[in-house]
Every structure is written in C-alpha cells, then in structure tokens.
C-alpha cells in the first residue's frame, strides 16, 4: 500500500535528515516558483539531499510510491523546467547541496563536479588552477552546473567553446528507479556503444537526475579585448561577424547584439549602464577577441578588424574597452538587459535560432508585422548573433501595460513569430530548453516521427512518467 505524505516524509528524514526535508510553506515558496513568476506549483515536500547515494535513496522511496520527482538546481531556467505542476503528489529535489569539486585534473584539463556546484564556483576553481572554463551566462552568480547541463545551456562564449553539452566529457546520473549510473569518464574519445551521456544532457531532469559531471576545461587566453561596436541594420550586424569569423576565427569569444530598444529599455532601468557610443544607434554589439600569442597581437587584431569594418560602413562607430573595468562594463551592459526587461514586467519572450543569413530577413519581417498589426509595441531584441540565437522579446507599448498585454496577446504573438521562424528553418528554443513553456510546440516543430521517438526514450527510462512530468515531452 502506497505511504501518506506524513509516512513519505518520515521517510524522506530518515534519509537525509529533518533540517534538509522542507515541508514549511514560507521556506518552500522558493521551491515552487520560477525565475520570472510566471509559473507556480506545489509540492509535498523540497528535498535537499547531500549525496548522490541519498539522491539514490529518494528516488527509490519515491518510485516505490509513485511520487514525481523535480529536479532543481539555482532555479534561473526561462521555461518554467524546475517549477513542479500545480497539482498531483510530487517533491522538489534540490541539488544545492551537492556543491563539491571532486576532482581538478590539470593536466587532463578536467573538472568533475557535483551538480550543484554554481557555475560561477566551478570558473573560480578553474582560474585557482590556472586554466580556464569557459561556459558564461547572466546567471552565473546562482545557476548550477546540473541545470547547465539539463538545459545545454548556451551562453556568451558559445561561438568559440560550444554548448555546455560540447564542455562535458562524462556524467553520474541517478535513473528514474534509484539505479545510479556511472558515466564519470575524463576521455575525449570513447565509442563503447550508445552515447548515454548526450541523452541527459538538454533532457531538462525528464529523464534522470544528474549528480555529477566530469567537464573540459582551456587553457587561460593570454589576452582578451573587448569592443562595442555599433552597427547601422541587421544586416551590417550580420556582416561585421563575418569579419570577424575571416579575420580572428577561434579567437573570436563573443559575439552578442543589443537593438537600440534594447538599449533604451538598459539605459532607463539602469543609467549607468548606458553606451558610451554616441546614439541611438540600430544595434550595438559586443564583440569579445582572446589570444594565446599576446597582448599586442590581440590589439592588433582587434583594431584591424574594425578600421575595415568602419571603412566599409557596417560599423559606425566602436569603443574598444581601454581596461578591465571597462571591459567588464560592456558584459554588464549585455548582461543586464534581460534583468531591465524584468524590471519593467512581462514579456513574451522568443529564444529562436536561425541561420545567421537568415537574420536580417527574421527580423525585418516581424518586426514589420508585429509593429503593424499591435502599434506601439516595444521589441527588445538582443543576444548572441555569433550563434544565431535572438532573443526576440515582446513587450506591451508602456511598463503599465506590460500584464495584460503579456497576458491577452502571448499565444498569437508566439505562433505568429514561430511561424516566421519556421519558415527560416529556424528552432524556437536555441538556449533555454522546453520545459513547460513549449511543450505544446514541439510536436508542431519537431515533427511526429521525432516526437515518437522522445516519448518512446522517456517510457523506456521512465516507465511511470514520474521524473520532472509535464516538461519537455507529455506522455
Ligand atoms: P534550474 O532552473 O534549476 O533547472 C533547469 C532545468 O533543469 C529544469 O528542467 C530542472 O528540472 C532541470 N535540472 C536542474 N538540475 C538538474 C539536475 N541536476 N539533474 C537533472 N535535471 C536538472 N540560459 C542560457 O542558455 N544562456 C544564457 O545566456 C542565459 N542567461 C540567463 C540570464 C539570466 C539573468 C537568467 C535569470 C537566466 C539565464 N539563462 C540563460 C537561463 C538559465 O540560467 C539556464 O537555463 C541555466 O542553465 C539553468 O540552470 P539552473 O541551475 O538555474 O537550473
Ligand atoms: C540572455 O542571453 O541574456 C539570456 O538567455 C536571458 C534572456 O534571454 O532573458
Ligand atoms: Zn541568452
């Protein structure tokens, strides 16, 4: 016979202690909501576990029990992926608490980490052993590198290092029965059979629950050097990053757009963060160099690059940061975009990919559209063109009107951009994952066949459905 919730969570003690089992509705409301409260659930209880053998424990108490299971990590994801269902028996099991670096191999140029290690945690324990690991997002001060991983989270060096999926070498994942699998491997080849690894990775907790990971780590880049640089159109945007494809290659770490509402909205929430170039301009963009030859060969680069672009006009004007602080102005510059648009209330939000060619025409056709057919709106599109990743957000004409414009046109605004990017051969979600945002279009854009196959891997693993249900694939 199935437990009550009160046998459950004496259970749940039994494992990791009474502290770490929250159960007190103030001390769970953190649990139950997501990043941009836009969605809320409820849970028995939010479990904190310590260990990937009490992770284990209660995974297998709740599989007895047929109780859903919800992974979390720094609870930062867009699409509502940590956030558990409004109704139904379910706990929260959070990673916090698996903080540790296990193991700093220099000379592999390997970390592995427990899941909850914060992304920024796992940088600084890399820059301590003198190398460098690359996977940077606004988030980084709180997200965890288990969600890093379940999300394939993108970020800003993705042009140069890859997904966070490209960052990882091995895994420890805890099945959906308690069974852990161990995947903990530091090779750059192995071809033992099925790729297991890459099946967790992006899966958004719907299969398992990472534990721990082995990821890469770099050598530390000699010098980087950063420039804002703005640009006429989309177009120019577009052409400027062929340049610096052609002219710096792997040396090119950065590559992100800021539209010049963008940059009206950064400037009005947080004014000293404004541009430094002289504006408005149609798109700013920050484009970040790093070099393993030297600080001059770096300047030089950069330099030659842009007197090009300025001489051919795709450029207008640029401002190559002259120090660190100024450098680190310009990323806070980008970063905080995302965070003034959450200041200023809800938006409908589009994390598209195209081809980068594909751009220009994107843009200029919703732009045209939306703008047409919903005067006054505001369209905060900004990202990282290097990888053809917009966030292409909607806001309603005036901060006051933000809710219930979110809340009457979100659905028709989303499938008229979808469409566009249809068209375009494009993904509606480059980035942020699934979860509960987008599950209704994934058969629509994956396709039937592709949809069969996910929920053919989600029963074969999950027979019961019972790991992060309602995300990613609905059974
Ligand atoms: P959570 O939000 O806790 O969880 C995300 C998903 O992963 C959920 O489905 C959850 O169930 C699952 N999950 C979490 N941990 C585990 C685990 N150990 N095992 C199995 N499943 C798990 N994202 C980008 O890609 N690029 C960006 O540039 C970017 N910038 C951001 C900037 C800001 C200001 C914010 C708030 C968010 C940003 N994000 C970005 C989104 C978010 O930070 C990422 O998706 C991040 O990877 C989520 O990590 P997390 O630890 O917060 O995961
Ligand atoms: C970003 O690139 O800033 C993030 O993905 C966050 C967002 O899209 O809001
Ligand atoms: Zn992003």
Redesign the pocket.
């Known amino acids: 016979m199935a437990l009550t919730d009160q046998e459950l969570i004496a259970g749940f003690i039994n494992i990791i202690g009474q502290e770490h089992v929250i159960t007190n509705s103030s001390d769970l409301e953190p649990y139950l909501i ?2 941009r409260k836009r969605y809320r659930g409820q849970a028995i209880a939010a479990l904190r576990p310590a260990s990937t053998e009490e992770v284990s424990a209660i995974v297998k108490l709740c599989a007895a029990n047929q109780i859903a299971m ?10 509502g ?2 956030t558990p269902n409004p109704t139904g028996r379910q706990v929260v099991i959070s ?1 916090q608490r698996m903080n540790k670096i296990r193991e700093l191999d220099a000379s592999n140029q390997t970390i592995t980490v427990e ?2 290690v914060i992304l920024q945690a796992l940088q600084e324990a890399a820059t301590a052993a003198n190398r460098y690991f690359p996977l940077s ?3 980084e001060g ?15 060096s993705v042009v140069r290092y890859g997904n ?1 999926r490209e960052l990882c070498l091995g895994l420890e ?1 805890v099945m959906p029965n308690g069974d852990i699998l161990n995947s903990l491997r530091s090779l750059r080849k192995d071809n033992t059979g099925y790729n297991l690894r890459d099946l ?1 990775i992006g ?4 299969l ?4 721990a990971a082995v990821m890469k780590l770099f050598p530390v880049p000699v010098a980087q050097w950063t420039a804002l640089v703005a640009v006429p159109s989309a177009e120019a945007a577009v052409e400027l990053l062929n340049r610096f494809q052609a002219g710096a290659s792997a040396q090119l770490t950065g590559f992100e757009m800021m539209s010049d509402e963008s940059l009206a909205l950064l400037k009005h929430y947080y004014p000293a963060l404004a541009s430094p170039l002289a504006g408005p301009n149609a798109y700013e963009v920050l484009v970040e160099i790093s070099d393993y030859e030297s600080e001059e060969h770096a300047t030089q680069l950069m330099e030659s690059i842009l007197s090009g672009a300025l001489e051919s006009g795709c450029a207008t004007d640029a401002a190559i940061a002259s120090s660190l602080a100024q450098a680190r102005k310009f990323w806070d510059m980008r ?1 905080h975009v ?2 003034a648009q ?1 200041d200023d209330g809800p938006n409908i939000k589009h994390d598209v990919s195209l081809p980068t060619s594909a751009i220009p025409t994107f843009v200029a056709t919703c732009n045209e559209m939306l703008r047409k057919k919903y005067p006054g709106i505001r369209i905060i599109n900004y990202g ?1 063109l290097g990888d053809g990743n917009l966030h292409y957000n909607v806001a309603g004409p005036s901060s006051a009107e933000t809710e219930s414009f979110f809340v009457n046109r979100s659905k028709e605004i989303q499938a008229l951009v979808y469409k566009e990017v249809e068209k375009l051969n494009g993904s509606i979600s480059a ?3 699934v ?1 509960q945002q987008k599950v209704d279009y994934l058969k629509g854009h994956r396709g039937e066949v592709a949809l069969n196959v996910m929920q053919a891997i989600k029963r074969a693993l999950d027979p019961h459905n019972l790991m ?1 249900p309602g ?2 694939v609905s059974l």
């Open positions: 997501d990043w919800v992974p979390q990590g720094g609870n930062t994801g867009m699409c992926g940590a990673l899941a909850g997002l606004g988030a709180s997200c965890c590198i288990g969600g890093n991983l379940s999300t394939n989270a993108g970020g800003t966070t994942v967790f899966a958004e907790g719907s398992g629950i990472i534990t970063e995302p965070l959450a990282h980035e942020h994952g979860g992060n995300k990613v």
